[in-house]
């Protein structure tokens, strides 16, 4: 048996879509994330660690890492390739595409967007009246020098990628748009406007599977990047 251990509101998410897609079995650990600092309880670094999620127990062996989670799962049950390309050719323009989009998702897609977010609690932050102005200057300079550019340009290269198939590794969906879908959705989420309208589109489509829709049911409703 497949044992999940989800933490709520977090990447974990994907592996529910995963096996819902793939139609295995599995058994879900539940953990909800601390109220004041969001992080994980204590209780996962008893599985793993660093106590982080996703963390997916099989057959006495502890994975980690979202996209290891994912390439180790569809290549042990994923054997007709419905969510992946063939193992042959191995530099064949698909399996180089959804081997890159595995691991760009976390790699590089990740950071500015956790960067931003980082920036922009530390302007909400509670702190001394005569510090506020130097945080929130530090911030702003932060992320109009650095993280804004660097983020649009991810973000700009995404929505160009995604003109070239209908999904990220070839016309066919694959898991590497599971992988790509958590900065994808906290991307659109945090936009809120029309201004890449591939992207929107790729999240409109994700959020209509119906595995996507069974995943939600069992791990919980989550918010992005809030």
Do not use: C
Not at 72 to 77: D, G, I, P, V
Request: proline share 8%; glycine share 4%.
């Amino acid at each position: 048996m497949i044992k999940v251990h989800h933490l709520n509101n977090s990447r974990s998410q994907r592996v529910l879509w995963l096996l819902e897609e793939l139609e295995l079995p599995y058994e879900i650990v539940h953990y909800q994330r601390d109220a004041k600092t969001m992080l994980a309880p204590p209780e996962l670094r008893a599985i793993h660690p660093l106590g982080k999620s996703p963390v997916v127990e099989l057959d006495g062996q502890v994975l980690a890492e979202s996209a290891a989670i994912i390439e180790t799962l569809s290549e042990r049950f994923d054997r007709s390739h419905r969510l992946s390309p063939p193992l042959q050719p191995l530099d064949g323009e698909e399996r180089l595409r959804y081997r890159y989009w595995l691991h760009y998702a976390e790699g590089s897609a990740m950071p500015p967007l956790l960067l931003n977010l980082v920036f922009s609690k530390l302007r909400r932050a509670p702190m001394p009246f005569f510090a506020k102005p130097i945080a929130r200057g530090i911030a702003d300079k932060a992320v109009s020098t650095f993280v804004g550019p660097q983020l649009a340009l991810h973000l700009d290269y995404i929505e160009s990628e995604l003109g070239k198939h209908e999904w990220f590794a070839s016309d066919r969906f694959t898991a590497a748009d599971i992988q790509m879908s958590f900065p994808v959705e906290a991307a659109v989420a945090r936009a809120r406007d029309r201004e890449r309208p591939r992207m929107q589109a790729f999240v409109e489509r994700i959020q209509a599977r119906p595995a996507y829709r069974r995943a939600l049911e069992q791990g919980g409703p989550y918010s992005l990047l809030s």
